[in-house]
Structures are given as structure tokens and as C-alpha cells.
T-cell receptor, first 114, second 116 residues
Framework: AQSVAQPEDQVNVAEGNPLTVKCTYSVSGNPYLFWYVQYPNRGLQFLLKYITGDNLVKGSYGFEAEFNKSQTSFHLKKPSALVSDSALYFCAVRDDGGYNKLIFGAGTRLAVHP | GAVVSQHPSRVICKSGTSVKIECRSLDFQATTMFWYRQFPKQSLMLMATSNEGSKATYEQGVEKDKFLINHASLTLSTLTVTSAHPEDSSFYIC????????????FGPGTRLTVT
């Protein structure tokens, strides 16, 4: 069965520093991986996805993620964090059962300090 | 493009009453819509998947008679929480998918339900 793990409940970063939010996955076939961001009391906003192709995927708001098949990881990165990046980040993998069902990780809260 | 709306954004109801939440895809036709429930500081829990014109598929442990889902058109799905109780208080989020090969889900802004 597919699963996604986000090992960190919270990540603290100083503004201007690079940030990484970790995600590892377990799938039976080819992984379809996603990152979403959630601001307080809001729905999820799509950041980026990996379906196939280049291992480095660029997304919205300056975020990127690196797909690493050997380590089964899909870490979210940004070269220079902004205070406004503070939010809840979810990694997700597409469920092979169909209908584009997504399996979400537990979420990682990113706190960027001035 | 790919905007999903939810109505209402917040609702407070009394225990024992029913509440309907609407999810609309504003600028695309959604072949599939999903309903999630999110508890404070937790991840999203998929409740059900609905395809236009057919019965919803509920996840294990979700009571289909309590959480009625209707997907009457390609742009509208509704979730009705019947005989609501305080433990049903939660943040309900819907999402929509254009088609099977699009791989993406577009999320609504969520509905905060409080049952008193």
C-alpha cells in the first residue's frame, strides 16, 4: 500500500536561509508525488508535482522539490525562506486505486523567523 | 483557472440538525470530487470520492448514512452532515479533479463546522 511520511512535525528557519521540508514515500509502482501548502483556516494550495522527467521539479512561490528514487524521497526546498512561507506543508502521493485519490502525509509546520 | 469554492465558509448548528456544504468547481468540469475532514493540527482524512451521476465511494469507517454526498452535476457536489453532534465539529475540505489523467486535485477553501 502507498504511504507518505513527513518525519518532522515542525521546521524552524531564519528568514533568508534555505529551507528543506522532508518527505519519503512508499509505492508499489511509479510514484506520482505532490506538495501542497495550507495557510490557517484555508484549503490546500498546489505547489508542485512529480510525475515523470527531471528529478528537480520547480513549483510555485520559488519552491522546488527533488525526486530521489534510490532514497524514495521528495524533499521540498527553497533557497531563501520568507516569513510569509510560514504555513503547514503536506506531501502526498497518488493512490494507485484510481480516481486520482491522494494519500497525504501528516504535515510539517514551517515557521520562518525574522 | 481551476478554482473550487465552498459554501458556507463557516457554519454553527445545533446538535441534532443537519447541515449541507456545497462544493463547486467554478471554471472547469470536475469528473471527480473528494471530501476530506481535517482535525486541528492533523492531516486530511479522505471521507469519500464522488463521481458525477453515481454513488459516492466512502472510505472505511465513514458512515455513509451520516455523511450524505451528492454529485448531481459536473460542477457541484454537496456533503450533508445529518443529525450532527459535537464530535462532527471539524474542518471539511472538498477538492475536484478534472479527469483521470490530470493527476491534480484542486482544493476548496474549506468549511468550518461547529456543532453546539
Amino acid at each position: 500500500a502507498q504511504s507518505v511520511a513527513q518525519p518532522e512535525d515542525q521546521v524552524n528557519v531564519a528568514e533568508g536561509n534555505p529551507l528543506t521540508v522532508k518527505c519519503t514515500y512508499s509505492v508499489s509502482g511509479n510514484p506520482y508525488l505532490f506538495w501542497y501548502v495550507q495557510y490557517p483556516n484555508r484549503g490546500l494550495q498546489f505547489l508542485l508535482k512529480y510525475i515523470t522527467g527531471d528529478n528537480l521539479v520547480k513549483g510555485s512561490y520559488g519552491f522546488e522539490a527533488e525526486f530521489n528514487k534510490s532514497q524514495t524521497s521528495f524533499h521540498l526546498k527553497k533557497p531563501s525562506a520568507l516569513v510569509s512561507d510560514s504555513a503547514l506543508y503536506f506531501c502526498a502521493v497518488r493512490d494507485d486505486g484510481g480516481y486520482n485519490k491522494l494519500i497525504f502525509g501528516a504535515g510539517t509546520r514551517l515557521a520562518v523567523h525574522p | 483557472g481551476a478554482v473550487v469554492s465552498q459554501h458556507p465558509s463557516r457554519v454553527i448548528c445545533k446538535s441534532g440538525t443537519s447541515v449541507k456544504i456545497e462544493c463547486r468547481s467554478l471554471d472547469f468540469q470536475a469528473t471527480t470530487m473528494f471530501w476530506y475532514r481535517q482535525f486541528p493540527k492533523q492531516s486530511l482524512m479522505l471521507m469519500a470520492t464522488s463521481n458525477e451521476g453515481s454513488k459516492a465511494t466512502y472510505e472505511q469507517g465513514v458512515e455513509k448514512d451520516k455523511f450524505l454526498i451528492n454529485h448531481a452535476s459536473l460542477t457541484l457536489s454537496t456533503l450533508t452532515v445529518t443529525s450532527a453532534h459535537p464530535e462532527d465539529s471539524s474542518f471539511y475540505i472538498c477538492s475536484a479533479s478534472r479527469d483521470f489523467n490530470s493527476y491534480e486535485q484542486y482544493f476548496g477553501p474549506g468549511t468550518r463546522l461547529t456543532v453546539t
